[in-house]
């Protein structure tokens, strides 16, 4: 249980193009949904805090328009990279909390290799 | 601001040999420590939860709140213990928002 996926893991894109990227909670719930931008042998950095049928909480640092969060419905978040350059070009993971669970573990997806050309 | 620190980004241990991992962190308030792993081309999992005060693969870690450390051990590595471990902490002055260690490499040598 508690299986979180995502969609595409890997896209790569010209400069310019938006690409949207899904993550989806497979067998719970998951009324919160966090993103997470991870460079080559680096940390997660927390980028955004999805919330569902609310608007997305970000971090400082992280543009709003660029990075578009949509969550809703309970089992699934996108991330839409507008107007992509290669600085963009990262490993963009996923997590969601079950709400069930009660204790806030977050289970995390795959990730996405985004590679901008 | 909450904030982890994990000193190490490599450990290199022999197969059978003690191995720590070193956490300290910053917070105010009551924290939630986790230690995550990732092996290879794999996604991230949780290993243990401080509140959980369970041994999971022989790794237990104790919250020092003294110490604002959370160090995990493991008296006898495996290789298959070879890995990527991220310390996380959360709170819910943070809105159970994790924050991560730089990371410590671990490699098993045989």
């Known amino acids: 249980g508690a299986v979180v996926s995502q969609h595409p893991s890997w896209v790569i894109c010209k400069s310019g193009t938006s690409v949207k990227i899904e993550c989806r909670s497979l067998?719970?719930?998951?009324?919160?949904m966090f993103w997470y931008r991870q460079f080559p042998k680096q940390s997660l950095m927390l980028m955004a805090t999805?919330?569902?049928?609310?608007?997305?909480?970000?971090e400082q640092g992280v543009e709003k328009d660029k990075f578009l969060i949509n969550h809703a419905s309970l089992t699934l978040s996108t991330l839409t990279v507008t107007s992509a350059h290669p600085e963009d070009s990262s490993f963009y993971i996923c997590?969601?909390?079950?709400?069930?669970?009660?204790?806030?573990?977050?289970?995390f997806g795959p990730g996405t290799r985004l590679t901008v050309t | 601001a909450q904030r982890v620190t994990q000193p190490e980004k490599l450990l290199s241990v022999f197969k059978g040999a003690p191995v720590e991992l070193k956490c300290n962190y910053s917070?105010?308030?009551?924290?939630?420590l986790f230690w995550y792993v990732q092996y290879s081309r794999q996604r991230l999992q949780l290993l243990l939860r401080?509140?959980s005060r369970e041994s999971i693969k022989g790794f237990t870690a104790d919250l020092n709140k003294g110490e604002t450390s959370f160090h995990l051990k493991k008296p006898f590595a495996q290789e298959e213990d070879s890995a990527m471990y991220y310390c996380?902490?959360?709170?819910?002055?943070?809105?159970?928002?994790?924050?991560f260690g730089g990371g410590t490499r671990v490699l098993v040598k045989p």
């Open positions: 996380a902490l959360s709170g819910k002055a943070a809105g159970n928002k994790l924050t």
């Open positions: 067998d719970f719930q998951a009324t919160t």
């Open positions: 997590s969601a909390i079950n709400r069930l669970a009660g204790v806030h573990e977050q289970y």
């Open positions: 401080h509140i």
């Open positions: 917070y105010s308030g009551s924290p939630e």
């Open positions: 999805s919330n569902e049928g609310s608007k997305a909480t970000y």
